[in-house]
């Protein structure tokens, strides 16, 4: 994937990231207890469960084209849209300890005359 389009999806997992961060950090957690117990929560996760129960067409496009991306191009999920990856690359930069690879000790095992 070239560079001018990697940059600019890379950055979408860090973008939802600091939607749900908003979202739970400026929520009073009575509030949050309160809306997951109010009427309309229950009726929220009921909806979400038809949502995958009955799935509908724009349902079944949405997981069709993830795959489809997960084919084309390597981790698509993960590297692109998932918030979960965008904290643990956070972390990871934060963190003093880190694992390298040595290339001169840790040869690369499977060659393509290996493969033939």
């Known amino acids: 994937m070239p560079l001018w389009l990697n940059l600019p999806l890379r950055s979408l997992k860090y973008v939802l990231l600091a939607f749900f961060l ?4 400026t929520m009073a957690s009575q509030n949050l207890s309160d809306f997951i117990a109010s009427p309309f929560g229950i009726i929220a996760d009921v ?3 038809n949502f995958f129960r009955y799935i509908g067409a724009l349902g079944i496009a949405v997981i069709a084209t993830l795959i489809a991306l997960s084919v084309l191009i390597q981790d698509f999920w993960c590297s692109f849209l998932c918030p979960y990856g965008a904290l643990m690359g956070i972390v990871s930069i934060m963190i003093p300890i880190k694992i390298r690879r040595d290339a001169q000790a840790c040869p690369i095992i499977c060659t393509s005359e290996m493969l033939a």
């Open 22 to 25: 908003y979202a739970v950090f």
């Open 47 to 49: 909806k979400m469960l």
